[in-house]
T-cell receptor, first 113, second 115 residues
Framework: LAKTTQPISMDSYEGQEVNITCSHNNIATNDYITWYQQFPSQGPRFIIQGYKTKVTNEVASLFIPADRKSSTLSLPRVSLSDTAVYYCLVGEEGSGGYNKLIFGAGTRLAVHP | ETGVTQTPRHLVMGMTNKKSLKCEQHLGHNAMYWYKQSAKKPLELMFVYNFKEQTENNSVPSRFSPECPNSSHLFLHLHTLQPEDSALYLC??????????????FGPGTRLTVT
């Protein structure tokens, strides 16, 4: 069975860089790795995705090693508003032509003043 | 606003009631999803629909019955629920089902309490 593992929680301070790693041993060969952010009482929203190496956008960077069995979300210079739960999402080889979506358990990030 | 709406936002129902959750997406997507999010547990994918056809049912009890009349609307019919079914039920849509490379757009969720 697929197992997607992330730390349950992390603490940081404003202005620091935060790195959250997700392990995904059974990732499907052709699938991307996607990260989502969720605030209380809201649905998750897309942050960043990548297939391999490094991807950067205006809010985060994503580092993916060659074996793709893990990925690291990097949030530069966090602020209080980055306090949220962060999920990784990968696809696992499925049946019937569709891969199975596997969300991580989520990492609860608390940013302190 | 993500383009995915859910109603009602909050629902309290007894174990013998029948109720329905509604989801609507205005994004022209082909795939729609129901997720369950319980306190201190990860997101659980319940059902996936592609062009109105159910492509995934993750061993969900029959007291949850999905309906997808068209690719813009998704319902979750509830009957004889249990207190442990209390959770946040999230709807999402994407262009392509079961492919994480296609961004999923989530609705705000329905907070369900079963008494």
């Amino acid at each position: 069975l697929a197992k997607t593992t992330q730390p349950i929680s992390m603490d940081s301070y404003e202005g620091q860089e935060v790195n959250i790693t997700c392990s995904h041993n059974n990732i499907a060969t052709n699938d991307y790795i996607t990260w989502y952010q969720q605030f209380p009482s809201q649905g998750p929203r897309f942050i960043i995705q990548g297939y391999k190496t490094k991807v950067t956008n205006e809010v985060a960077s994503l580092f993916i090693p060659a074996d793709r069995k893990s990925s690291t979300l990097s949030l530069p210079r966090v602020s209080l508003s980055d306090t949220a739960v962060y999920y990784c999402l990968v696809g696992e080889e499925g049946s019937g032509g569709y891969n199975k979506l596997i969300f991580g358990a989520g990492t609860r990030l608390a940013v302190h003043p | 606003e993500t383009g995915v709406t859910q109603t009602p936002r909050h629902l309290v129902m007894g174990m013998t009631n029948k109720k329905s959750l509604k989801c609507e997406q205005h994004l022209g997507h082909n795939a729609m999803y129901w997720y369950k999010q319980s306190a201190k547990k990860p997101l659980e994918l319940m059902f996936v629909y592609n062009f109105k056809e159910q492509t995934e049912n993750n061993s969900v009890p029959s007291r949850f019955s999905p309906e997808c009349p068209n690719s813009s609307h998704l319902f979750l019919h509830l009957h004889t629920l249990q207190p442990e079914d209390s959770a946040l039920y999230l709807c999402a849509s994407s262009q392509n089902p079961s492919d994480p490379s296609y961004e999923q757009y989530f609705g705000p969720g329905t907070r369900l309490t079963v008494t």
